[in-house]
């Protein structure tokens, strides 16, 4: 009854790297947005309102493709 389940190396590796893309996905790629994103809307907020001109955060995104 306390049997191990056998798993082929090939479903492990499959799984490891499933496993890292998923934690890129979802942890690591908007962490590394947030911090290139930010300071650059710093920039541009203190500009715009050095300026005096107004920068609408629409204006700002990108577009999806």
Do not use: C
């Not at 790297?17 to 996905?25: F, G, S, V």
């Not at 911090?35 to 990108?62: M, S, W």
Request: aromatic share 10%; net charge positive; proline share 6%.
């Amino acid at each position: 009854m306390s049997e191990g389940v056998a798993v082929p190396a090939w479903a492990l590796v499959l799984m490891a790297a499933l496993a890292a893309w998923a934690l890129y996905e979802h942890v690591l790629a908007p962490v590394l947005r947030f911090l290139y994103t930010h300071p650059a809307n710093q920039v541009i907020d203190e500009l715009g309102g050095r300026l005096q001109i107004g920068i609408r955060p629409f204006q700002r995104t990108k577009r999806r493709r």
